[in-house]
């Protein structure tokens, strides 16, 4: 029936006649006379434009000229012709690696995209550091991208090519007949070898050569000498901080750059968790206020001065005990003699459980120090000595032996390898590297000490070289390229194969002598295997290390004759002492603008170095102690050990009366920067006439006119009496009492039958009890332990580096505008808040004052002279009733139903009402373009173009104007949910990791997902020491942190007002 | 007995008052050229002004950097400025449609320059929300336009959206209720134009009016209608700006005061402003005689009333601090933002202007003398300022958390934009003396006769001298016979 319709639309298409045909086909039904019309020149002049034409004719004309001027942002995106097997666009990939520049062994883990290297984590693989890394290693990565880097070799300062260096330094370096070769401590064996087959030598076998000299930055020759005299065996001992109980710290910052502090970092963690069945109670005797003095239980503060007496008197203290015979020793104060009863009883109740470390370089004092270890039995238990650490083997006397050698004209050939000695020895180097005729260096980017040398053969960085490492006995690792090299650069040690006449790449000649010396002991089958794993882990231990010298000998050292000489050791006037930061380190990297960005965990001053003085002796000589941004530093003239420099006078609550500290490794020019940051304090450090280094020294100050601006981010250091913000008690509270003795509920003030009652705060929610979509799916939070966190600022880097962060600079950082998404707060007590009971400070202030509420809450923003001191990380708490959320006018900032407190850029116009409402002020502004603006072009990396290849390419850089802040690395979040859907499993805990969680080795912080029964986030919300920063306000934040716990008596079981 | 009501001082004053007296003194600035004052003040203001345009195109081309502001503190100078302002555009609307409603004929000496003044100022203040955003161009973000993108919308919890539909409310209705009073005066101008051009605009601006007897019916009509439509908006244009605070939880910002609070101090500054705009224009433009004393005074009374409400507001918010027993709110008014805070020189300031200040306006002869008026007005202008600089910036600089305290420090730009604003308001204000009728003429003169006394001094002989139209022996023995009734066009 259908088929017998039929529809037409005229008689030609019923009739089906040709013309219809015909012209059905054709796309007009007429001929257009475009021929014509174009084809005659005449009818086309004749055509008139008529108005309306023409003023088509205009508006196209302007519509396509406007266009064509608005230039289309120009994306370079080059395809792989062939794809690389291994690379994915889009997938990260993972390599382990290897990174010490001196200062720290770090085994690490490289993530590349594209082939780019764009983040650093820890290894969690090495029995060594398990993972913990700290800022100077994680922020290394925007190093490669420098492009202030050298590019090619050069000799006497122009541009050569390697040809021309191989034949010209070749032939300079076969007729040299004193070759000397400087270079930091080397732990990799095979550049070891190469560099003896350079020097005619077998270093791997023979521990002194006079050719081959290691020069550590920061020198720990002191100890080491020690060492050799007490044990036969010029090492540093491992020691197993996860067994002490008790530690004793006399101006050692082992927390934060001295020694392996990576891997002390990593045992202190372990015996700091006071759920377990004993905590470590840790004593810190020091000037300035270190990151390790910030965490210890007791600090108290002494001169430097002062380490070789109370070593001494410890001693004793001990000896008395222990039937051992008393030394003579310089007789402390009163004061310190009290405390030290204490510290010796702990010690003594923990023998061979205790550790007794100390920062001093005197040989003398590391001596005694050895005594006290050996009395309190801890050789062999807390301390190994057996197995020791490779990471320093400097020696003092040889670098001056060598500047002697130089001065008289008799090296021929030098060649420096990562070091720059220039900045850190000064001019005597520089004096005598004149006086060598062929001077190389290897470093990767200009230094000082390149600047004088006639060759330069730029190393290839880290990231791009093949490399091993033998930090402790037993353990290796090794370092592999994660991209090819950027510049015409060669690895140091390819180099010096070449003029060795070595054949063969370093790659090879690592892994043929890894299959001589290494495999065997490893108890592998097969090398290929063994290679592999190790390639593939980065780090191998193996059961018997070939290179253990297991004779050492008892301790036998007289240690009244080693007393004696340290009575003798007078001090005179204020003492300086020079420290390392964590972030800058020995200087050798200070050039790195995020480390100058990260604030200095302890005084949190940004972009320079400067005078710490005590603030009750600044307040006496009239100098500024409350510092702002408009409210700048004084400064003042610092004259030892015959240099005096300017620099800007910044109280330190803490400092030793009668001594200052200066932070080494300031000085270096950051990126395109003119001017230096900060200033060169490597000239204070004092060396007598055999070239003993000692980093303490009498100083002279004087006035000087005028005042310096700081970049200071945190300008109020009490936490006011805020026990909601931060929350701690003492252990025998937390042992003895339950929960809502060291963490109570919050109470408010609420009314019940006209009268007055406390009323959990959670009461006042008025958002209804149930939230039933917090229970459901994923509900992704941390948990940050307030007790572990050291404070180091490895997360604040990391997550600078993982979400593209941008540099602004000293200015901007001056004027409170830092980008940090994750910022550490550190607080100092106040003179009247005791340890264990922050919520009675204005009580006690008032009762101690006699003053009202008024000037209570005034003489509170004081911090003590000695305070307390706790570190919080502080990022985006993402609450579930967040006020950012509820304020902004286009619903820019939303909540997922994840528990993420979301960011919309694109739709962000930046009104700034959410970082207004938000309690924890931790949202960022982009106040300016950071990444073209002219302010920012000298240092910010983003501005270059190679700079920008460290980009995380999962997370936009931020517009002008827009607000951004943490985002639990959603990136993250959801590469992990992809992964566990293609595997078709539910995410696991452990699957997904933010930066800070994943650098951060202690452990402090935590994420996963809360509603994971099985997650250890969860297990550290429901821990009874879990509370939520100012929970009062009910804004049910995500991020849980947990009391801190001081091994401490509290304050009311004794009644004892004063603290440590 | 007293037989007749008790007679009101006159609105008007003098003797040779007349309809055309009125006209020529209210239209002397249009019809004649501009005064060398007038000129002077012109290009003082102008160059502000264009100073200020400089520095907003600054601030937009390179970022809110340029400002002072940093993390902790997002707002300072630019939302001070913003409810400043929109407290200064608060008077004009009060007196116009409040006191119409409530029949109070001494508005009409004032209300034209004072709903001028709310105009401009309204102008102003959304000046700043605007170019305190980070992206400006994306501003019409904040209406809920439909759009492509699905269910993109915005966000109708946010104070900060009531806020663009409040203000763009208030600002309507006042423009359209300052409008529709002007056009029986533009005809007036219209009608006495000589210049062609001038003829031309004023006919186009007095959109034909004819002032017949239904043109006047209207005319009062839809002013009553416009009035209760612009009452409730004066309440809610403050009421809903003081949400932007009440609503947060920074700590003395959370109040739930603030709605009444800050309308008080809305009428307070808009008071405060009318009488320093007018002291000047009735004395420059020689109008004393329509804007008398008696006015100063009513508005000074005015000020004593609303300014009593704001100190009782501070002193209950000091209280509310105290009594509360939450930390951060007692350390706030305890401590950071009182007596012994780093911003304690902005509050006391604020004590001194807004609180100490009006209390000499309690003794007639202070609020009755014009130097001491003015005087005291431009410190309470001042002193409004620096209450909102207070709410802001000191309840900001110290919240929640010790570890982010800071200051603010204006920078050159943040001052440029402000004092550029006052520039831009200036030159608004000297243009509308300049070409606009400054007084509600036709308005003015339905009081010229509401005052008696002289009448009912006056020989009947006087009267008819005076008035020869009335033939019969017509006394007026009472003030309020003739009051209400007069409609007289020129």
Redesign the interface.
């Known amino acids: 029936m259908a088929n017998s319709k039929k529809y037409w639309k005229g008689i030609e298409q019923l009739k089906e006649t040709a013309a219809f045909q015909d012209s059905s086909n054709k796309e007009f039904s007429e001929q257009l006379p475009i021929e014509e019309f174009l084809g005659d020149e005449n009818s086309l002049g004749d055509a008139g434009t008529t108005r309306r034409d023409f003023l088509k004719y205009l508006g196209f004309g302007l519509a396509a000229a406007s266009l064509a001027a608005c230039e289309t942002p120009v994306t370079k995106a080059i395809p792989y012709l062939n794809k690389p097997e291994e690379i994915t666009p889009g997938i990260a990939n993972y390599y382990a690696t290897t990174f010490y520049d001196g200062l720290d062994y770090c085994p690490i883990l490289v993530k590349t995209r594209e082939g780019r290297p764009i983040f650093i984590k820890g290894n969690v693989e090495s029995s060594l550091t398990k993972g913990e890394i700290n800022a100077r290693v994680n922020s290394s990565v925007l190093s490669l991208y420098d492009n202030t880097r050298l590019k090619s070799p050069m000799i006497n300062g122009e541009e050569a090519t390697w040809v021309s260096i191989d034949n010209r330094l070749g032939k300079e370096l076969k007729s040299a007949k004193n070759i000397k070769v400087l270079a930091n401590t080397i732990i990799s064996p095979s550049t070891k070898s190469i560099i003896g087959k350079l020097l005619n030598d077998d270093l791997i076998n023979q521990t002194v050569s006079n050719n081959f000299i290691q020069y550590d930055s920061i020198s720990y020759s002191g100890m080491l000498d020690a060492n050799l005299e007490s044990f036969n065996k010029r090492a540093i001992p491992t020691y197993n901080l996860d067994k002490a109980k008790s530690i004793v710290s006399v101006g050692a910052d082992f927390l934060a750059g001295w020694l392996d502090s990576l891997q002390y970092n990593v045992g202190y963690a372990s015996g700091r968790n006071p759920e377990k069945e004993w905590m470590s109670k840790h004593f810190q005797f020091e000037a300035n206020m270190s990151l390790t003095g910030t965490n210890a239980d007791v600090r108290i503060p002494v001169k430097p001065s002062e380490y070789g007496s109370i070593i001494g008197s410890l001693y004793n203290k001990v000896a008395v005990k222990v039937g051992a015979n008393k030394i003579i020793v310089t007789a402390l104060n009163k004061v310190h003699d009290r405390r030290l009863n204490e510290v010796a009883e702990h010690l003594l109740l923990h023998k061979g459980e205790s550790v007794v470390f100390c920062g001093s370089n005197d040989k003398s004092i590391q001596l005694l120090v050895n005594g006290l270890n050996n009395l309190l039995g801890n050789y062999g238990k807390t301390i190994d000595i057996e197995k020791t650490s490779y990471v320093r083997q400097g020696s003092d006397k040889m670098f001056t032996e060598l500047v002697k050698e130089m001065e008289s004209g008799s090296v021929d050939a030098l060649l420096i390898y990562g070091v720059d000695p220039v900045f850190t020895s000064g001019e005597a180097f520089k004096k005598a590297l004149k006086k060598v005729k062929t001077s190389v260096s290897f470093a990767v980017k200009m230094n000082e000490t390149s600047a004088e040398c006639k060759y330069v053969c730029p190393d290839n960085h880290f990231l791009e070289s093949w490399n091993d490492a033998l930090p402790v006995d037993g353990h290796y690792s090794l370092a592999q390229p994660t991209i090819s090299q950027l510049f015409d650069t060669r690895q140091a040690q390819e180099s010096m194969m070449k003029w060795a006449g070595v054949d063969g790449s370093y790659y090879q000649f690592i892994k043929s002598s890894w299959e001589t010396t290494i495999f065997p002991q490893s108890g592998s089958l097969m090398f290929t295997d063994f290679w592999n794993k190790t390639l593939h882990d980065g780090v191998v231990d193996v059961k018997t290390p070939l290179n253990r010298i297991s004779i050492v000998s008892p301790f036998s050292i007289d240690v009244n004759s080693v007393a004696n000489n340290i009575s003798k050791q007078k001090s005179t006037g204020i003492e300086l002492v020079l420290y390392i930061k964590e972030g800058i380190g020995d200087g050798l990297s200070s050039d790195n603008p995020i480390l100058q960005e990260l604030p200095d965990p302890v005084s949190k001053i940004t972009w320079d170095n400067y005078v710490t003085m005590n603030p009750s002796e600044m307040e006496n000589a009239g100098y500024n102690v409350q510092l702002?941004?408009?409210s700048p530093a004084n400064i003042i003239s610092v004259t030892a050990n015959g240099t005096s420099l300017e620099l800007p006078v910044v109280s330190q609550p803490g400092q030793a009366k009668g001594t200052i500290g200066i932070a080494l490794g300031y000085g270096k020019n950051v990126g395109k920067m003119a001017d230096p940051t900060g200033k060169n304090a490597f000239p204070f450090v004092l060396r007598d006439q055999d070239g003993n280094i000692s980093y303490t020294t009498s100083a002279l100050v004087t006035d000087i006119d005028g005042t310096y601006p700081i970049a200071i981010t945190?300008?109020?250091?009490?936490?006011?009496?805020?026990d909601s913000?931060i929350r701690e008690t003492t252990l025998d509270v937390f042992k003895d009492g339950d929960k809502s003795d060291f963490n109570p509920s919050h109470t408010?003030?609420g009314h019940k039958d006209g009268k007055s009652v406390n009323v959990i705060t959670k009461e006042f929610n008025i958002w209804g009890k149930d939230q039933p979509v917090e229970k459901i799916g994923h509900r992704w939070g941390m948990s940050i332990d307030l007790n572990t966190c050291t404070g180091c600022g490895a997360c604040v880097t990391a997550c600078n580096i993982e979400n593209n962060i941008a540099i602004i600079g000293k200015d901007?950082m001056r004027?409170?505008?830092?980008m940090h998404w994750l910022?550490i707060?550190?607080?100092y007590a106040s003179e009247y808040q005791d340890a264990g009971d922050i919520a009675g400070t204005?009580e006690k202030t008032k009762e101690a004052e006699d003053v009202g509420?008024?000037?209570g809450?005034?003489h509170m923003e004081d911090p003590a002279d000695n305070p307390l001191v706790v570190h919080?990380p502080?990022m985006c708490q993402h609450c579930n009733h967040a006020?950012c959320e509820?304020?902004?006018?286009?619903?820019a900032t939303t909540h997922s139903n994840e528990g993420l407190n979301m960011m919309t850029y694109n739709?962000?116009?930046?009104?700034?009402?959410c970082?207004?409402?938000c309690?924890?002020?931790v949202?960022?502004?982009?106040?300016?373009?950071y990444t073209a603006?002219k302010k920012f072009s000298e240092f910010n990396p983003s501005q270059d173009d190679l700079g920008r290849m460290v980009l995380n390419p999962d997370v936009v850089v931020r517009?002008?104007?827009?607000?951004e802040k943490c985002s639990m690395c959603v990136q993250s979040i959801q590469a992990a949910k992809l992964q566990a859907k293609i595997a078709g499993k539910p995410v696991e805990d452990g699957d997904v990791d933010c930066a800070c969680s994943s650098v951060c080795g202690s452990g402090a912080i935590v994420f996963g997902d809360l509603n994971d029964t099985k997650s250890k986030v969860r297990a550290g919300m429901e821990n009874d020491r879990a509370y939520r920063?100012?929970e009062e306000?009910g804004?049910e934040p995500n991020i849980f942190y947990q009391t801190k716990v001081r091994n401490l008596a509290s304050s009311k079981t004794t009644k004892n007002h004063g603290h440590s | 007995m007293h037989k007749e009501a008790a007679i009101r001082e006159p609105l008007i004053l003098g003797d040779d008052v007349t309809y055309s007296k009125i006209t020529a003194d209210v239209l002397h600035a249009i019809e004649h050229e501009p005064t060398k004052l007038w000129k002077v003040l012109m290009t003082i203001a102008t160059i502000t002004a264009l100073w200020g345009i400089g520095c907003i195109l600054y601030l937009v081309g390179t970022g809110i950097g340029t400002w002072g502001l940093n993390n902790t503190m997002g707002w300072a100078w630019d939302i001070t400025n913003f409810v400043w302002w929109v407290g200064i555009g608060h008077a004009g609307t009060l007196i116009s449609a409040v006191l119409l409603l409530f029949r109070q004929k001494w508005r009409m000496a004032i209300n034209r320059p004072a709903e001028a003044m709310t105009i401009f100022a309204v102008f102003m203040a959304g000046t700043f929300p605007l170019v305190h955003m980070g992206r400006v161009w994306m501003a019409y973000w904040v209406f809920p336009l439909p759009n492509q993108f699905g269910s993109l919308w915005v966000n109708f919890n946010s104070p900060l959206l009531w806020d663009v539909f409040a203000i763009s409310t208030y600002m309507s209705v006042s423009l359209v209720f300052w409008y529709i009073g002007l056009i029986p005066d533009f005809a007036t101008v219209r009608d006495r134009a000589s210049k062609p051009v001038q003829k031309l605009m004023y006919s186009l601006m007095s959109f034909g009016w004819t002032g017949n007897a239904k043109a006047w019916q209207r005319f009062e009509e839809v002013s009553l209608v416009l009035a209760g439509l612009a009452t409730p908006l004066v309440f809610s244009v403050h009421s809903i700006v003081s949400m932007d605070f009440a609503t947060s939880i920074v700590p003395g910002w959370h109040s739930t005061i603030f709605p009444p609070y800050f309308v008080a101090g809305a009428v307070f500054s808009g008071f405060a402003m009318v009488q320093t705009l007018m002291l000047i224009a009735r004395k420059a433009m020689r109008l004393e005689y329509i804007i008398t004393v008696k006015h100063i005074e009513y508005m000074n009374i005015v000020i004593i009333v609303t300014g009593g409400i704001v100190g009782v507001a501070y002193c209950t918010e000091f209280f509310i601090g105290w009594y509360t027993g939450v930390q951060y709110e007692s350390y706030v008014y305890m401590s950071a933002g009182a007596a012994t805070g780093p911003y304690a020189w902005a509050f006391w300031s604020l004590i001194f202007c807004n609180f100490i200040n009006p209390a000499f306006l309690w003794f007639k002869k202070i609020r009755t003398s014009l130097t001491a008026t003015f005087i005291i007005a431009l410190i309470i202008n001042i002193g409004m300022w620096f209450e909102r600089f207070d709410i802001i910036v000191t309840c900001l600089s110290r919240d929640y958390l010790p570890s982010t305290w800071t200051m603010f420090f204006p920078t050159w730009v943040d001052l440029g934009v402000f004092i550029g604003t006052i520039g831009i308001f200036s030159v608004f204000y000297l243009l509308f003396l300049k070409y606009f009728p400054v007084l509600a003429l036709n308005e003015v003169k339905t009081i010229l006769k509401s005052s008696g006394e002289r009448y009912k001094n006056m020989s009947d002989e006087d009267f008819k001298q005076l008035h020869p139209v009335f033939k019969t022996d017509i006394k007026v023995t009472n003030d309020t016979n003739n009051k209400d009734n007069e409609e007289t066009t020129d």
């Open positions: 702002g941004q408009e945190q300008m109020q250091h009490t936490v006011m009496g805020r913000i408010l003030i901007e004027r409170g505008r830092s910022r707060d550190r607080y204005l509420t008024t000037f809450y005034k919080q502080m006020g509820t304020v902004c006018p286009v619903a739709r962000c116009i930046g009104t700034r009402y970082a207004n409402n309690a924890y002020k949202r960022r502004f982009n106040w300016y373009n603006y517009s002008r104007g827009v607000m920063v100012i306000k804004q």
